[in-house]
């Protein structure tokens, strides 16, 4: 049984294990890299929406708080990684504690609305200190990440801490989604009221999970200002936000796997499709568009229903 | 007689300037079926959703075992050992039929988040349990076949069965159904009269709102009546179908 449930997820690590040493091209494991730290980021935000029901438009400003974070105390202040990555953790999860408590009395578009002013605020705040962020232009000259005296300082070494830091937080996750925390996760979703009544703390939970997932955002964050040694106000704003709410609905809401294929898409195609790179937005609003009028439940959604389908037809032929 | 286990005092409920219950008194004796009816609108649900916290009441108060619930918080409440179920069956749709009726074991076990991602040793054990409480409920309710189900999948019917079975998971001292038998046949009607006779048995106390006469003559020990928030009658079923003010309200009144 356990192996069973981990299968996907041995394959999978075994997969991304072996992948960079096949790629010639560097450029491609920058991409790599990239979909890993998204795929972090969107694992966060599914447990919020996928799982929880809660929907928020603000992601990106704990992105960008927990890279700014780390990326001040080390480069500025000469701090050693690892605190300046508790540092961040803390200082991300306090700030999303006090904002969960503010807006997670709201509800539907309400919590929407209340969240992208969160995530306007914190773009607005890390524009206008100049003097301590370095304003709109950046901060540059993050150094690399250095853990007890070994130095990430390569792409290829920086691919597989991160997918090593994505595949520990699966198996979290995982767990959590399993677990007696997580079924009071997914109760909310259908019905508050239902959870209520069992005894589940409605509001204590929906602050609980909207700090977790914005840690999860804070740690992609860390990654990324890391991997590209800058960082801007520009990833903290809305688009980048709807970017990751995307992939969710695009990969699968309630699906850990969907978050990584969203990921994966909404990452890869702008590459391919960079030579219509005027028309972008409009292919990129046509496949939302289908994906949610013709998949709901998105692409591992469907891919689930297919498979269902011709298990169900390969059994009908058996018996008939 | 047994003791009183919950206790209305004066209890009073105003939506702006409708009055859903008008200073209510009553109480429940342990380990006794009571039934609350009335016609449409007088307040039947409200007291549900004053007992369980829902709303709070605009005045008075309501104590189980003594202690005062009334103003509390339903999850407070729920972990005293009031359970319900709803008008409109509330299930949790993205998971299984056996997955609802482990929430009901909420409030009786303590693993949080951190213990749960990190799968430690208790929290396995823990899961353990809740997971053989959960079938052990599931077959009292009659499901154990469809545990692996999507509770999406089941019908109505099945649904509110369901949400019985995740009530008692959570052991309750009080089970409160809301209308369980909306939406049921004569046959599955039958079935629940049954189910409720084998909850009173485990000896909990159950308070059922229902229309559905025959049934509540069938099983109830105790009626109350409401009406226009009010308490019109209280008895036995056979005081009750004696009681001219009842008959008047259900049947109208004789010129």
């Known amino acids: 049984m356990a192996i069973k449930r981990h299968l996907p997820l041995m394959l999978f690590g075994c997969a991304a294990a072996v992948l960079p040493l096949g790629l010639k091209d560097p450029y491609y494991l920058g991409i790599l890299v990239f979909i890993g730290i998204f795929s972090i980021a969107t694992m966060g935000l599914n447990l919020l929406m996928g799982y929880a029901g809660q929907i928020s438009l603000g992601h990106a400003a704990f992105y960008a708080l927990g890279a700014y974070a780390t990326g001040l105390l080390t480069a500025k202040y000469n701090v050693h990684f690892l605190p300046a990555l508790i540092a961040a953790i803390i200082v991300t999860a306090a700030i999303a504690y006090v904002i969960g408590i503010a807006c997670l009395r709201l509800k539907g578009h309400y919590l929407a609305v209340a969240t992208l002013a969160v995530g306007e605020i914190v773009f607005i705040c890390l524009n206008a200190a100049v003097g301590f962020t370095g304003g709109p232009s950046g901060l540059a000259g993050i150094p690399s990440i250095e853990i007890g005296g070994f130095s990430f300082d390569s792409d290829f070494k920086f691919y597989y801490l991160v997918w090593a830091v994505f595949i520990l937080l699966f198996i979290l996750t995982a767990n959590i989604i399993n677990s007696r925390s997580g079924r009071a996760l997914r109760c909310l979703h259908s019905s508050e009221i239902a959870a209520a009544a069992m005894g589940i703390n409605v509001t204590k939970l929906k602050v609980q999970v909207f700090v977790l997932s914005a840690v999860y955002a804070a740690l992609a964050g860390v990654l990324y200002g890391h991997s590209v040694t800058f960082i801007s106000p520009q990833s903290s704003d809305l688009m980048f936000s709807v970017k990751l709410l995307t992939m969710i609905v695009v990969g699968g809401m309630g699906n850990l796997w969907g978050g990584v294929l969203g990921a994966a898409l909404l990452t890869l195609l702008p590459e391919m499709l960079s030579a219509f790179h005027d028309y972008e937005l409009i292919i990129y609003g046509s496949i939302l568009l289908v994906i949610v009028m013709f998949l709901p439940d998105g692409l591992m959604g469907g891919f689930e229903a297919l498979g269902n389908k011709i298990i169900r037809k390969v059994r009908a032929r058996g018996r008939g | ?255």
């Open chain 2, 1 to 255: 007689m047994a003791e009183t286990i919950l206790e209305a005092v004066r209890v009073r409920k105003e939506f702006g300037g409708l009055v859903a219950l008008c200073d209510l008194d009553f109480g429940v004796r342990r380990g006794t079926v009571t039934a609350v009816i009335g016609p449409n609108g007088a307040g039947k649900t409200t007291l549900i959703n004053v007992m369980t916290g829902v709303t709070a009441p605009t005045s008075g108060s309501i104590a189980l075992n003594g202690s005062i619930i009334s103003g509390l918080k339903s999850h407070e409440i729920a972990r005293l050992g009031i359970a319900r179920t709803f008008q409109t069956a509330q299930i949790f749709s993205a998971m299984t039929v056996l997955e609802n009726v482990m929430v009901g074991r909420h409030t009786k076990t303590g693993c949080g988040m951190i213990a749960s991602a990190l799968s430690l040793g208790r929290m396995r054990r823990e899961e353990r349990t809740i997971c053989d409480k959960g079938l052990y409920y599931l077959d009292v309710v009659g499901l154990g076949a469809l545990a692996h189900q999507p509770a999406a999948s089941v019908p109505i019917g099945t649904q509110r069965l369901l949400e019985i079975g995740r009530a008692l998971a959570a052991e309750p001292v009080v089970l409160l159904l809301d209308e369980p038998a909306a939406g049921l046949n004569t046959q599955e009607t039958r079935a629940l009269g049954k189910l409720i006779g084998t909850i009173r048995d485990m000896g909990i106390t159950v308070i059922i709102v229902e229309h559905d006469m025959e049934l509540v003559m069938d099983i109830a020990d105790e009626i109350l009546v409401l009406n226009f928030g009010s308490r019109l009658a209280w008895g036995t079923p056979e005081h009750i179908q004696a009681s001219p003010e009842v008959i008047e309200v259900y049947l109208g009144k004789e010129d």
